[in-house]
């Protein structure tokens, strides 16, 4: 089945600067690749996603790279804000089955 | 979106209990639906796939007979922790999709103590 590393664990950034985080899968046959930004005792939000068949994707401050032939992605986070500061999820999967998720990423922005 | 509700938000019991949680696909009927728990400071772990009319598909490590999945319909699927002890105090989140959809919707999840 489908495997997921991520790296770092936890991140500490100053405001401004980015932040990079990186995943790895296991599974070829992944073809969705979200990531998730989960604020204490709440549910996962997407934030931003990312399809087998693109490369880069874009949303304001937020980019996400896959590069298939290495099975790895990676979020950035441009400028960032203290209301940046949450735990962030990679997962991966085959439309239709179950979200495998990394271990998450605590990011610490100060200001 | 789409939206995932789950009931209740948070549930206290005491150990040897049962405990029930409800999963709804509010706006979509959702043929699979998945269980996850977290731990605090740790990721979602997949529990089970729920499918609706069959059997539930329990991942490596979880006690199909302690965690009861029943998905009788489209828009619900429910579990149960059975003999529920400490040990078992988490966060249990659901999800569901449509069908061969890649995006998932969470529910708020189910923050559950037994004491």
């Known amino acids: 089945g489908e495997n997921v590393e991520q790296h770092p664990s936890t991140l500490s950034v100053q405001e401004g600067d980015s932040a990079v985080i990186k995943c790895t899968y296991s599974?070829?046959?992944?073809?969705?690749f979200p990531w998730y930004k989960q604020e204490l005792g709440k549910r996962p939000q997407l934030i931003i996603d990312?399809?087998?068949?693109?490369g880069e994707k874009k949303d304001q401050r937020i980019a996400v790279t896959l590069n298939k032939t290495a099975k790895h992605f990676s979020l950035h986070i441009t400028e960032t804000q203290p209301e940046d500061s949450a735990v962030y999820f990679c997962a991966a999967h085959l439309a239709g089955t179950a979200l495998i998720f990394g271990k998450g990423t605590t990011l610490s922005v100060s200001s | 979106g789409a939206v995932v509700s789950q009931h209740p938000s948070r549930v206290i019991c005491k150990s040897g209990t049962s405990v029930k949680i409800e999963c709804r696909s509010l706006?979509?009927?959702?043929?699979?639906m998945f269980w996850y728990r977290q731990f605090p400071k740790q990721s979602l772990m997949l529990m089970a796939t729920?499918?609706?009319?069959?059997?539930?598909?329990?991942e490596q490590g979880v006690e199909k007979d302690k965690f009861l999945i029943n998905h009788a319909s489209l828009t619900l699927s429910t579990l149960t922790v059975t003999s529920a002890h400490p040990e078992d105090s988490s966060f249990y989140i659901c999800?569901?999709?449509?069908?061969?959809?890649?995006?998932?919707?969470f529910g708020p999840g189910t923050r559950l103590l037994v004491l």
């Open positions: 990312i399809r087998s068949n693109v």
């Open positions: 999800s569901a999709g449509l069908a061969l959809q890649e995006t998932q919707y």
């Open positions: 729920s499918n609706e009319g069959s059997k539930a598909t329990y």
């Open positions: 599974d070829s046959a992944s073809n969705y």
């Open positions: 706006d979509f009927q959702a043929t699979t």
